[in-house]
């Protein structure tokens, strides 16, 4: 269950007791290692907010794995040891929750999809419907499980239909098509183009912050970028052996310092977050 008004001046709540528990846990953190699953789309930010907790928190590790957001979770209801679950869908992180793999999430900050293109736009590419040009090498998600196949469509379709070319939509997916067999994911999309194996792609504008220095990005209206249904969240699983730790990192991504790093590394963060499920009393006082 998603809070309203009401609960979310609980989440605010919720927020600045996390920051507390934060600040003491810092003062005198002992060795731990903390297991971050995390969608492959955080990345960027993921390795950022690694750096900065590591240097505040002496003796603690943070170990981050990244994948699909659907097979994190799957591993995570196998029972495997994960002590920050952060998919790019709240949907999935309720999914733990309602399964009693977790007893609370938080959404925590948003995305969108962005066109990237080989360093300098040699192909001078302006909009989605000059990826449909002859001669163009397209790359994109194509992983059956991978929330981004479906969103990079969706985006695609979003777009041409904004510049009057909907028809050009198809010609774009028949120059990368889906096999099953070779799924390609966010990382390999955005290393198609920055080897210049492929001219453009589409992906998350996180991810593409992380390879900046490798790719041109182009941005698109907020109407056609799916920033309102990209959404990132974050949980502290059932199989976590660190949880009092790993609920402090939680602090620290929602925390000023923490959304800093989210802001400048393509992760608009979500102020106030939002909360679900049953929220720890000693969080919520």
């Known amino acids: 269950m998603t809070f309203g008004f009401e609960s979310r001046i609980r989440a605010a709540a919720f927020i600045g007791a996390l920051g507390l528990g934060m600040s003491a846990f810092a003062g005198g953190a002992a060795a731990a290692t903390l297991e971050v699953f995390h969608a492959d789309s955080l990345g960027g930010p993921m390795r950022e907010l690694k750096q900065a907790f590591e240097a505040k928190n002496a003796g603690v590790t943070i170990n981050l794995t990244s994948s699909t957001s659907r097979q994190l979770a799957d591993r995570i209801l196998k029972g495997e040891t994960c002590d920050v679950f952060a998919p790019s869908s709240p949907k999935i992180a309720a999914e733990l929750v309602e399964k009693g793999a977790a007893a609370w999430s938080v959404i925590f900050s948003a995305n969108e999809m962005v066109v990237i293109t080989a360093k300098g736009n040699?192909?001078?590419?302006?909009?989605?419907?000059?990826?449909?040009?002859?001669?163009?090498?397209?790359?994109?998600?194509?992983?059956?499980?991978?929330?981004?196949?479906?969103?990079?469509?969706?985006?695609?379709?979003?777009?041409?239909?904004?510049?009057?070319?909907?028809?050009?939509?198809?010609k774009i997916l028949d120059k990368a098509p889906a096999d099953p067999q070779k799924p390609n994911s966010v990382p390999m999309t955005v290393r198609a183009v920055s080897d210049g194996t492929a001219d453009a792609g589409v992906v998350y504008y996180s991810a593409a912050i992380a390879g900046k220095d490798k790719v041109e990005i182009i941005r698109f209206p907020a109407s056609v970028n799916l920033s309102e249904a990209i959404q990132n969240a974050a949980a502290v699983p059932g199989t976590a052996k660190q949880p009092k730790e790993a609920t402090a990192f939680v602090?620290?991504?929602?925390?000023?310092?923490?959304?800093?790093?989210?802001?400048?590394?393509?992760?608009?963060?979500?102020?106030?977050?939002?909360?679900s499920g049953k929220l720890p009393p000693e969080l919520t006082r």
Do not use: C, N, W, Y
């Open 122 to 170: 040699p192909h001078k590419i302006a909009k989605v419907a000059d990826l449909a040009v002859p001669g163009i090498k397209f790359a994109r998600v194509t992983g059956e499980k991978d929330l981004g196949t479906g969103r990079s469509v969706e985006f695609l379709h979003r777009a041409a239909k904004l510049e009057g070319k909907p028809e050009a939509v198809q």
């Open 251 to 275: 602090a620290f991504i929602l925390s000023p310092e923490g959304q800093k790093i989210l802001a400048s590394t393509g992760q608009p963060p979500v102020v106030p977050a939002i909360g």
